[in-house]
C-alpha cells in the first residue's frame, strides 16, 4: 500500500489539472506529521467509569486542556499552513482577511475552534463559511486531535455511541464506509480521523444542520452541496474487487442509496 504523499504525488500524475490541489494536501500532510511525531506526551483520561458518563450522555471524551498543545509551537505551525492556504486559493493577492496578530491570538483562536467543534450539533455556530484564520486552526489542531484520539477510543464501547459525531472530539463526519465483513457502517470523523460504528440504516444528518467545516476542495470544482441537499460519500469495503465500490448518500433525502462512480 502507498503512502499518503506517494498517493498525492501519483494523483497529480494522473490528473495535471488538479496538481496544485493535490500539491496542497502533501505540504498540509507534510506539516501535520511533523508536528505529530514531535508529541511525546502520554494522554491524561479520566477513569473508565467517567469515561462512560460521558458516553451514555453523548458528551464527547477530550477537554482542550489535555491537548498537548504548546503555545510557540502551535503558532508556528498555524503560519505555515496559513502561508499554503494562502499560496492555493490566492497566489497573486494580499489575503484581505487577517490573522491573528501573536502567539496569544493563535491560542485562543484554537481554544474557540475546539470548543465550537465539541458543541452538540443543534447548538453549532450556523455559518457557512470560515475565515481563512479559522481554517488554519481547523487544521493545525488535527494532529493534536489525531493523537489524543488514537489513545482515548480503545477505551470506549462505540455500540453504545451511534451518534452523528464523534465520540472522541465532537467532530462531524467526512464521510463513511462499510466494513468488508458485516458491511458494518462506520462514520469517519473530519477532525480527528477517528472511525465510530453508527447505524447500517438511516440518514447520519437527520439531526444536523448545515455547520461549517474546513472543506478544501478544488478551486476549479463546484460545490457538491446546496443549502438543502448535503451528500456524504460513503465507501464500501464489501466487493472483493480491486477497486472498492463508492456509493454516495444524499443525507438530506430519504431515498435509497445510488451507485457514484
Known sequence: ???????????????PDLASYYELHAKLFELQ????????ARLELADQPALQVRLLQ???????????L??????KLSLAIAMALKEYYAPDRVVEQTLPANIAGWFSLAQRRFED???????RDGRMELTLAEMTVDQALKPYLAWAAEQVLPH???????????????????F????????DRYLVCSRCNSQWLYRRLGCPSAIL????????????????????AMHAIAISRRWTCDRPRRVCWQWSNASPPSPWT
Open 176 to 183: 463513511a464506509f462499510l466494513a468488508k465483513e458485516a458491511g
Open 58 to 68: 453523548g458528551r464527547s471524551q477530550l477537554s482542550f486542556a489535555q491537548l498537548p
Open 70 to 75: 504548546e503555545a510557540g509551537r502551535f503558532a
Open 117 to 123: 467543534g465539541c458543541a452538540s450539533p443543534e447548538k
Open 209 to 228: 444542520k448545515m455547520t461549517p467545516r474546513s472543506f478544501i476542495i478544488p478551486v476549479k470544482t463546484k460545490s457538491i452541496a446546496s443549502m438543502c
Open 156 to 174: 470506549l464501547d462505540q455500540r453504545q455511541w451511534l451518534r452523528t459525531y464523534c465520540p472522541a472530539c465532537g467532530g462531524l463526519p467526512d
Open 1 to 15: 500500500m502507498s503512502s499518503v504523499p506517494e498517493a498525492l504525488a501519483e494523483a497529480a500524475r494522473r490528473e
Open 33 to 40: 506529521d511533523k508536528a505529530r511525531g514531535e508529541l511525546a
